[in-house]
């Protein structure tokens, strides 16, 4: 699959960072350690990060500051997770949310 991460721009520098796996809904994906967990979902082309509760609509990254609930996800077993801006790290377990969250 192609990345869909950008690699230069002429304002913002990209320092260089270890590229790290982790298992999202048991698919291996690689990452930069220490993005955001959605940032490297988002560059996998994942863009359907959780489904409304109520609605079972599909919600992808909205706010990415950790206001809104569009990104939770069970991380490592922990629900609730705000993966826009949990930093990544190597071996992280990722499950998409479904409902409230349950801990594992």
């Avoid at 913002?12 to 350690?33: A, C, D, K, M």
């Avoid at 409304?52 to 609930?69: T, Y």
């Amino acid at each position: 699959m192609m990345s869909m991460r950008l690699t230069s721009h002429p304002i913002i520098s990209y320092p260089q960072r270890r590229t790290v796996e982790f298992t999202f809904n048991g698919q291996r994906l690689q990452g930069l350690e220490g993005e955001p967990i959605a940032a490297a979902l988002y560059a996998a082309g994942i863009r359907i990060l959780r489904h409304s509760p109520r609605s079972g609509r599909p919600r992808g990254l909205f706010c990415a500051i950790g206001n809104c609930s569009s990104c939770l996800m069970t991380v490592d077993g922990v629900p609730n997770v705000r993966v826009c801006v949990e930093p990544l790290r190597a071996g992280m377990v990722v499950m998409t949310q479904e409902g409230k969250g349950r801990l594992v």
